[in-house]
């Protein structure tokens, strides 16, 4: 059971997140991270400063200087949609770049979650943004969700928003499956099963996914 003591909204786009039974205080990403918020970082030189990027990073960036490509990353949506296809490098190294860091999955799920099934509770029967069409049905775009648009009594229990579905995030938390990390919240290509609260996927770091994306943490 996840016991939560006090909540206070931060300044901007950051929630505040009380120090809990388990962790110390800390700020989130009240949203995913923007594809105008990581083109701010990629046109102020975030691919060329090696002081934000891990040395694991280091070593991927050698052979994928521009990632996955500004194209496939915008996958032609708008500005406020949430970025897709960044390895777990590239959001380590943006988070760096904003003063913060990846959440770890302790963070993630204490500002995500209640303690329901999904952030709001138990209930499927809401406008989230995963996929409905059954086991087979075909997925032909990118279908997120503006990042900052999603009906109140969707969010999680501090206010944060698309903790469900619109785009898997990275956490730093390895699964003990050697360099794998952990992805959480589900996208619009998953059924509802894969975006609960409960779900972790296992991710190699070096993917850019078109279903994966982030938000920081700020200690």
Known sequence: MLFILAVS????????????????????????VTIEDFETFENTGGYTRSSLWSAEGLKWLKDHPNGAGRTRRTSNRPPQH???????????????WKGG????????????CSEGR??????????AAWFTGGKYGLIEQVRTQQADVQSPE??????????????????????????????RGGSYAN?????????REWA????????????????
């Open 9 to 32: 909204i931060g300044i901007g786009e950051e929630l505040s997140i009380p120090a809990s039974t388990h962790l110390q205080a800390y700020r989130i990403d009240r949203t995913e």
């Open 82 to 96: 949430p970025i897709v296809a960044v390895s777990f490098f590239e959001a380590e190294a943006y988070c760096s």
């Open 101 to 112: 860091a990846l959440p770890s999955n302790a963070e993630w799920t204490q500002a995500v």
């Open 118 to 127: 999904f952030p709001w509770g138990e209930t499927m029967n809401v406008s």
């Open 154 to 183: 969707m969010d999680g229990p501090f206010g944060v928003v698309h903790g469900a579905g619109n785009v898997w995030e990275w956490t730093v938390d390895n699964p003990s499956k050697g360099e794998w990390r952990t992805l």
């Open 191 to 199: 059924l509802p099963s894969y975006c609960s609260c409960q779900h």
């Open 204 to 219: 190699r770091p070096e993917e850019t996914r078109l279903t994966a994306g982030f938000r920081c943490v700020y200690r």
